[in-house]
């Protein structure tokens, strides 16, 4: 019998990415569009780590299973590390993709070469009845000035690392998976979960 592992989360994309990190783990994997009635958790603390934690501990309170709760965002120095943990409504409360991206071209216009250095962090919580632990993963990159690929979401298509010669919008998501501040971080959650199965 699998066990049950709640990701504290409605976005579709950031679930593909997760299920099929943690696929080959024996997980149920759930997240909250499989449920109604559930508190709304507002993410307003100062940190990627404050956000995940709040959000992870609500939940597993409200659903007394096991949660993952991530949150990421992207940082860029010459900007005082703006978006940050504003990354996913930079362009506005109800900001889509397109917004974001607008907002931080704009932003970034008058800045080239090592000023348009770049870091993507994602950190996640992870709560069960005996644990509290944080997973934190960093991928480090430049800002494009144009939309590069076709794959991802967010910022990918802005976000080139050098390494690869690619933005995370020209990777497969096993590639993303691999190489993404999310991928690290999940697969240092995978690590903690198997040691706990």
């Not at 991530?70 to 990354?87: E, K, R, W």
């Not at 690869?164 to 991928?183: C, D, F, M, P, V």
Request: aromatic share 12%; charged share 20%.
């Amino acid at each position: 019998m699998p066990h049950t592992l709640l990701i504290a989360t409605t976005n579709a994309d950031k679930v593909t990415e997760f299920r099929k990190a943690l696929a080959d783990l024996h997980y149920h994997v759930q997240s909250l569009s499989d449920y109604t009635g559930y508190p709304y958790i507002d993410e307003d603390g100062l940190t990627f780590a404050a956000n995940a934690y709040k959000k992870a501990l609500g939940y597993y309170r409200h659903f007394n299973k096991p949660v993952i709760a991530d949150d990421s965002g992207l940082q860029v120095p010459a900007l005082n590390n703006a978006p940050g943990i504003y990354s996913a409504r930079y362009g506005g409360p109800h900001a889509t993709y397109d917004d974001n991206n607008r907002v931080l071209l704009r932003n970034m216009c008058h800045l080239c070469g090592d000023e348009r250095q770049a870091r993507f962090v994602c950190t996640i919580c992870y709560i069960d009845e005996q644990h509290i632990r944080y997973f934190t993963g960093q991928t480090d990159g430049l800002i494009l000035d144009r939309l590069t690929g076709r794959h991802g979401f967010g910022y990918d298509p802005l976000f080139y690392v050098p390494s690869l010669q690619k933005t995370y919008a020209q990777l497969t998501t096993s590639e993303k998976n691999r190489i993404s501040h999310r991928g690290k971080a999940i697969q240092r959650l995978k690590t903690f979960l198997q040691a706990i199965s």
